[in-house]
């Protein structure tokens, strides 16, 4: 999965809970972006950063935060304020401009609200 | 929004047959980019082509590019089991997609050994 790690693989939470989902890349990419995959919808960006202490919210951010502190790492916080949160949740990285590099991603975290 | 639409939705074929996808767009695009996806696991970039090259190729990859029909193929030769997996497309414009990236919902392929 080209040097991008995710954690957990699984993740479960309680509804009204907050829960922090990790990424890292030891890829030294400028860019970072969480997207979010549901059955039958492909992947839909929620955020992403170009460079440290950056980001843009893409098109589904409302329930969700990040933080770019380290270019190694851009967490994603789901927050109790997103309603339907249960989704396979992708991170990936690219040297920069997200459309003229290709994407690296991780393997994934599936949360499940309980 | 620039967002590529795969067609078919799902494809099964035998192995050792080819296996032919289809990615169409909106606008005007710099490049497109397919990237395949098994099941549970990240995206893998497969091959980007850009707007002024017509086919690319990648081992048993093929990928056409044809900009007056806004569209684009992906063709995979003597397919194997191993190449059972969702196919996206990813079409990028810098002026219409507001510097986004879109994938689409895919193909599914399935190679019956």
């Known amino acids: 999965d080209g040097g991008i790690t995710q954690s957990p693989k699984y993740l479960f939470r309680k509804e009204g809970q907050n829960v922090t989902l990790s990424c890292e890349q030891n890829?030294?990419?400028?860019?970072m972006y969480w997207y979010r995959q549901d059955p039958g919808q492909g992947l839909r960006l929620i955020y992403y950063s170009q460079i440290v202490n950056d980001f843009q919210k893409g098109d589904i951010a409302e329930g969700y935060s990040v933080s770019r502190e380290k270019k190694e790492s851009f967490p994603l916080t789901v927050t109790s304020a997103q309603k339907n949160p249960t989704a396979f949740y992708l991170c990936a990285s690219s040297i920069g401009d997200r459309g003229r590099d290709e994407q690296f991603f991780g393997p994934g975290t599936r949360l499940t609200v309980l | 929004s620039q967002q590529g639409e795969e067609d078919p939705q799902a494809l099964s074929i035998q192995e050792g047959e080819n296996a032919t996808m289809n990615c169409s767009y909106k606008t005007s695009i710099n490049n497109l980019q397919w990237y395949r996806q098994n099941s549970g696991r990240g995206l893998v970039h497969l091959i980007l082509i850009r707007s002024n090259e017509r086919e690319k190729h990648s081992g048993r990859l093929r990928v056409t590019l044809d900009t007056s029909k806004k569209s684009s193929s992906l063709l995979i030769t003597a397919s194997r089991a191993a190449d059972t997996a969702s196919y996206f497309c990813a079409p990028y414009s810098s002026i219409n997609t507001g510097n986004q990236f879109y994938f689409g919902t895919g193909t599914s392929l399935t190679v019956i050994p």
């Open positions: 890829l030294n990419h400028d860019a």
